[in-house]
Every structure is written in C-alpha cells, then in structure tokens.
C-alpha cells in the first residue's frame, strides 16, 4: 500500500473539517502526535503534516539535536529573537521513546509513534498528559486517518480561515487548469484520437503541484500580514507601558497591515502562537468602535 501522503491525499482523507482542524492545530503550533502500527505509514504522515506550516523551521529530535540542554537552546533562541523563523520540532518513531525522558514542554511538536514498538496508545496518550494538556491525537491505520483533539473543544476554534484557504486552492488550481486546456485546445488544428486527446488533457501531476504552490502562498500571505502585526502591535504596546492611551480597532489593524483574510482577533492569535505574545489590550473592542469602524466606512 503506498503510505506517501500528499496535500490533496490528506484533504482527500480526512474532509474538508478534519483537515481545517489539523491546519489550525499546526499553525497554533499544538503538539500532534500520530499514532499507527505501521512505522511506515506514521512517520510518512508525520512528514506529511511538517510543511503544512511551511514558514517554519523543521528540527529533527535524535538528529538535529538530543539533549535536553540542547533543546532549551533551540528554544531559548527563538524567544530572543522575533526575527528568526518560528521552529516546528519533529520526532520520527524510531526517535520518540526518548522524548519522556528529556523533553519538557511540547510546543510545535509533530511525534509519531509506533504501537508495535513497546508502548501502548494508552500509556503514549498518559505520557503526552503528563507533559502538556493540549495536543491533538491523529491514529492512522491502513489508509485511514482519524483525529481526537485533547484538552481543547474543537467547537470553539474558528477555523474559517483554514476552510476558505482549501476552497481557494481548488478554485484557482481549477482556474489555472483550465486555461492550460483552453490554450491546448486553440493550438489543436487537426483533431487527434480521443485517447491522444484525453493523455494531453490529463494535468494530474500538474494539478498537484498547483494546488500546492497556491496553498502554501496562502499561508505565507497570512504569515506575512502577521509579521507586519506584530510590527506595528509591538510598538503600541511600547508605547502603552511609557504611559501613552494607545488602541487600535480591528479594521484599522487590518486595513494597516492591507490583509482581511481574517478578523483581528484571529491575527491576535496567529501572534500568541508565533510569538508568546498577547496584544489583546492594544485593540478596542466594544458597540462603540464597531460603530465608529461603520461610519468610517461610510466615508471609505
């Protein structure tokens, strides 16, 4: 069986609100742990969700590093500096057994786990607890993939940016092939056999790659306005604790950073799970600013 995973495979799979909910998960940098009883099939899925964030930096646990003191400093240097890419820590399963020992926190982790390799899914899940409460559980089993999310409740994650991001994929992948077909088919004066013409027309391989370029620009997009979030949020903040009464309303915040692909709240959150930072009270909220935000929008 070919257990290799890619982007479409995986939304194939798992649907439009499972994958929704894995992209999320993988962009607030929650631990995913990923359990099976092909050692195969795991770390192939683990390989397969690391470039969903395709912003961050891969570290490979018994590779990249092995200590404890190590790791501290990989993370020690991601909080000292705003400037250097955020890390996402992988953990194939050969590799795992060693976390319970050395590791302490888990954030921005993907670990797989083979079942058939001395530890149970409960003692994992036991173990994963004992570290860190929140982490999303996926369980992967001859083709089929199936998430449990822990510590959090799935209903009160917006993840309306994630499914607008699949959508937008297919659509434009849709558009960009079919202009392909519509140039071949100009430039077609004699008419060849059905099967020629249905070879010609197959963009299978193009498809995906495609999809995927689209998908990952997308990310970045978000990424990016994050960044510049952070930019101008960072020195409000600065200048609130020097003593000035400094907010922004969401719409200012977005029309600044020139993206509302999402709401303020959602790039409030992007923050918290990049950066450790929380810049909630630099943003009004309340009746009063939604409707000074509307007859700002009166006068454009």
Request: overall charge negative; charged content about 30%.
């Amino acid at each position: 069986m070919d257990t290799t995973y890619s982007l479409k495979k995986l939304i194939d799979i798992l649907g439009k609100n499972d994958f929704s909910l894995l992209l999320r998960i993988s962009l607030d940098r929650i631990p995913i742990i990923v359990l099976g009883d092909d050692m195969n099939e795991v770390d192939s899925l683990v390989n397969a969700i690391i470039p969903l964030a395709p912003h961050h930096h891969e570290y490979v646990f018994w590779s990249d590093f092995i200590s404890e003191a190590e790791y501290e400093q990989l993370c020690q240097e991601e909080d000292d500096d705003f400037n250097i890419p955020r890390i996402v820590f992988c953990s194939p399963t050969n590799a795992s057994k060693h976390i319970f020992d050395r590791i302490k926190k888990l954030k921005g982790w993907v670990i797989g786990f083979d079942i058939h390799n001395g530890l149970s899914k409960e003692s994992i899940i036991y173990s994963i607890s004992e570290i860190q409460k929140e982490f999303l559980l996926i369980f992967a089993k001859l083709g089929e993939i199936k998430l449990k999310l822990y510590g959090l409740n799935s209903g009160e994650l917006d993840l309306s940016f994630e499914k607008k991001l699949i959508d937008k994929a297919i659509e434009k992948t849709e558009i960009a092939l079919e202009k392909m077909k519509r140039v071949l088919k100009k430039k077609i004066k004699v008419s060849p056999s059905n099967d020629v013409m249905a070879s010609i027309m197959r963009f299978d391989t193009e498809e995906e790659k495609i999809r995927t370029n689209i998908f990952f620009q997308e990310i970045q997009s978000f990424i990016q306005a994050g960044m510049r979030s952070l930019a101008i949020l960072s020195r409000i903040d600065l200048l609130r604790e020097l003593g000035f009464n400094i907010e922004l309303s969401g719409k200012t915040l977005l029309q600044t950073i020139d993206y509302e692909e999402v709401d303020a709240d959602r790039m409030l959150q992007l923050l918290k799970a990049e950066y450790g930072v929380d810049f909630s009270l630099c943003i009004k909220h309340g009746k009063i600013v939604q409707v000074g935000d509307r007859i700002d929008g009166f006068w454009g």
